[in-house]
């Protein structure tokens, strides 16, 4: 809500005092005439099921019919999850139903240094010479223009956030167009190619408006053009541009495309190592649970699914098998001694661990030697880019697990 202009708050309504903190129900006692659950009104309380709530659409109308009620009077900064996210918002921007959405460097701006990566929060320029004018011709359009770019130099700590919100700001005065900015600023949900910024943008930041994904169009440099895509062109750093097109179901321009009209139906793309979409579901492999009693060593990369698994195989077994995890325990001879107590009860012992090469399975076969029980090795088919892939999953939803780097794919691949 904004200071100084008066709103009608409904029966229902939601305020949040904070961003997704200190959330309120507004209810009016007695409700009014239309609310359908009058009746039932004074036996409900607030600590009840808060689907309720959440299942309402929150309406929150202006006095004035007037266009200027959804337009921006001041410039105005934001800061989400302890600053994952920043929020600029000038003076003069519009919501509307239709996104004109740019990535930043390389795509609007580019360093005057000529250099990869700016040398101070000066050295930019536009990038296209007629980039001020097509981007003035979009408001006139009906489109609300946004920057959604990734800053991971002010998550890490190399460049201040007071210093960067200065560059901004020149950026969009240089530009001379109202520009909503987003910047995510760490490894979060909010990082592109994950859709967390346009969730913001388009549920929060929008006036309620509902944004039509048909009308609108996402435009940036890392769309994964393989070298010598132009006559001397390195390839992309990424394609993280691209493929947040994709998962948000865009039209994708690149810079090229929109400011020059060039054709991209004969540049070389580079496709991503996994595509998601294109995984297919298996049924439970019975011969993983055995009528004899033994260990069953899982082989597979961080992140291929072995924990997942064992919970299977210890459901289908009706707890028959039971899985001993070296993240949990700690070590490899934690491990050996809690499946030895497990051994001893008449229970079958999963490892869940990564199990890369002879000597950590050496352990196992040992152990089942010492023991006399069978001992089988089950190979996870999950590639490395599949199994990174779950890993960077776990890292944006913030799942306890301990991270893992590629260095550690590697090693074991």
């Known amino acids: 809500m904004k200071q100084n202009i008066p709103y009608k708050i409904g029966h229902g309504s939601k305020i949040e005092v904070l961003f997704n903190h200190y959330i309120h129900i507004i209810e009016f006692d007695p409700p009014p005439e239309e609310c359908d659950n009058k009746k039932n009104y004074n036996k409900r309380k607030l600590d009840n099921d808060e689907s309720t709530y959440h299942s309402k659409k929150i309406k929150v109308e202006k006095e004035s019919e007037n266009k200027d009620c959804y337009e921006t009077k001041e410039d105005k900064w934001e800061e989400i999850d302890n600053g994952e996210l920043y929020i600029y918002t000038p003076k003069g921007v519009r919501s509307s139903m239709k996104i004109a959405a ?21 050295d930019w320029q536009i990038a296209f010479p007629n980039g001020t004018e097509k981007l003035k011709a979009l408001p006139s359009q009906g489109y609300k223009v946004v920057i959604l770019t990734n800053q991971a130099a002010i998550g890490n700590g190399r460049v201040k956030i007071g210093d960067f919100k200065k560059k901004i700001e020149s950026i969009v005065s240089k530009l001379a167009v109202p520009i909503q900015v987003f910047l995510a600023t760490g490894k979060t949900f909010y990082r592109k190619p994950a859709t967390g910024m346009w969730k913001i943008l388009t549920e929060q930041k929008n006036d309620n408006l509902a944004v039509d994904k048909d009308d609108s169009f996402y435009c940036g440099d890392a769309a994964g053009r393989a070298a010598n895509w132009a006559p001397g062109k390195k390839k992309d750093h990424s394609m993280v541009d691209k493929l947040m097109a994709e998962n ?5 321009y690149t810079p090229e495309q929109f400011f020059l009209g060039h054709s991209i139906a004969n540049v070389p793309m580079i496709k991503p190592s996994f595509i998601p979409k294109e995984i297919t579901t298996e049924p439970f492999n019975d011969s993983l649970i055995s009528k004899e009693k033994e260990i069953l060593v899982l082989v597979g990369f961080p992140g291929s699914g072995k924990s997942f698994l064992s919970k299977q195989i210890e459901k289908r077994s009706n707890n028959q098998y039971v899985a001993v995890c070296r993240d949990i325990l700690g070590s490899w001879q934690k491990c050996a001694t809690e499946a030895t107590k497990l051994l001893e009860r008449g229970k079958s012992v999963i490892i869940d ?18 023991m006399n029980v069978e001992c089988r090795c089950a190979k996870m088919a999950t590639s490395m880019a599949h199994a990174q892939h779950n890993n960077k999953f776990r890292e944006l939803m913030k799942i306890n697990h301990v991270p893992v780097n590629n260095i550690v794919f590697h090693s074991y691949k």
Do not use: C, Y
């Open 102 to 122: 740019f990535d930043m460097d390389g795509t609007l701006i580019k360093t005057k240094s000529g250099k990869v990566h700016p040398v101070d929060i000066n």
């Open 248 to 252: 948000l179901g865009l039209k994708f």
């Open 353 to 370: 661990s990564t199990n890369p090469d002879l000597e950590s399975r050496s352990r196992w076969t040992a152990l089942a030697k010492q």
